[in-house]
């Protein structure tokens, strides 16, 4: 099932795909629903959703949409669809020196950098990789803290949501991945070239710099 979450706050839920048409309810932000259709300038979505009394139905602006996977029925926040790509690639890792993943180097051709070998730090590479097989623009930029400018901030963590860390002494430095879990002093996160490849790794929470979430 195709579901998408509401990014903005109260979103007008209209009956017809077009802002001439009635107001029929105001949509949350992080709400759920169930993607049926889009009007053909892909401009508005058709969605519902079980609600209370009957379902709730109707159109709004595919640009306060996102689209996610779960389950929309339930109510469930699902993830975000960058999230689900990057949990494909767990695993993707560094070569033996004197050779190069060409999956990694796929990663680097989405930033301006464009490295070629593996070898070169590619956490914010797969970054953009993930976004921009998600459909979204990411930083294009192979430089950790980079991400501190993109979307817009979040003061709370949220599922796939883009986690900024400082990586060293140096102001310059840093990592990028996508947020999992909260344990304890820990941030479980999802991102690249942690221990040469792409996995799950708790980070101490003091390194964090920033939530980022599109906007």
């Given at each position: 099932?195709?579901?998408v979450e509401?990014?903005?706050?109260a979103v007008?839920?209209?009956?017809g795909?077009?802002?001439a048409?009635?107001?029929?309810?105001y949509l949350?932000?992080?709400?759920?629903?169930?993607?049926?259709?889009?009007?053909?300038?892909?401009?508005?979505?058709?969605?519902?959703?079980?609600?209370p009394?009957?379902?709730?139905?109707?159109?709004?602006?595919?640009?306060?949409?996102l689209?996610?996977t779960?389950?929309?029925?339930?109510?469930?926040?699902?993830?975000?669809?960058?999230?689900?790509?990057?949990?494909?690639?767990?695993g993707?890792?560094?070569?033996?020196?004197?050779?190069?993943?060409?999956?990694?180097?796929?990663?680097?051709?989405?930033?301006?950098?464009?490295?070629?070998?593996?070898?070169?730090p590619?956490?914010?590479?797969?970054?953009?990789?993930?976004?921009?097989?998600?459909?979204?623009?990411?930083?294009?930029?192979?430089?950790?803290?980079?991400?501190?400018?993109?979307?817009?901030?979040?003061?709370?963590?949220?599922?796939?949501?883009?986690?900024?860390?400082?990586?060293?002494?140096?102001?310059?430095?840093?990592?990028?991945?996508?947020?999992?879990?909260?344990?304890?002093?820990f941030?479980?996160?999802?991102?690249?070239?942690?221990?040469?490849?792409?996995?799950?790794?708790?980070?101490?929470?003091?390194?964090?710099?920033?939530?980022?979430?599109?906007?």
């Open positions: 099932m195709k579901a509401v990014t903005a706050n007008l839920l209209r009956s795909p077009g802002s048409f009635p107001v029929l309810a949350p932000r992080a709400m759920v629903l169930e993607r049926l259709s889009a009007s053909p300038d892909g401009e508005w979505l058709e969605v519902r959703r079980a609600a009394g009957g379902v709730l139905a109707g159109w709004a602006e595919a640009r306060n949409l689209l996610c779960g389950d929309a029925d339930n109510g469930s926040r699902g993830q975000p669809s960058w999230l689900a790509i990057a949990k494909r690639e767990i993707v890792r560094d070569y033996p020196f004197g050779m190069d993943n060409p999956r990694i180097a796929a990663y680097h051709a989405t930033t301006t950098l464009r490295a070629t070998t593996d070898k070169v590619w956490c914010s590479a797969f970054a953009n990789w993930c976004m921009r097989q998600a459909g979204l623009r990411g930083t294009d930029s192979a430089a950790a803290r980079s991400w501190l400018a993109w979307g817009r901030p979040l003061p709370h963590p949220r599922t796939g949501c883009v986690v900024v860390l400082r990586g060293g002494a140096n102001p310059t430095q840093g990592h990028v991945a996508f947020y999992i879990a909260y344990r304890g002093a941030l479980d996160l999802l991102g690249g070239d942690r221990g040469d490849q792409v996995s799950v790794y708790p980070y101490p929470a003091g390194l964090l710099l920033g939530y980022r979430w599109p906007g």
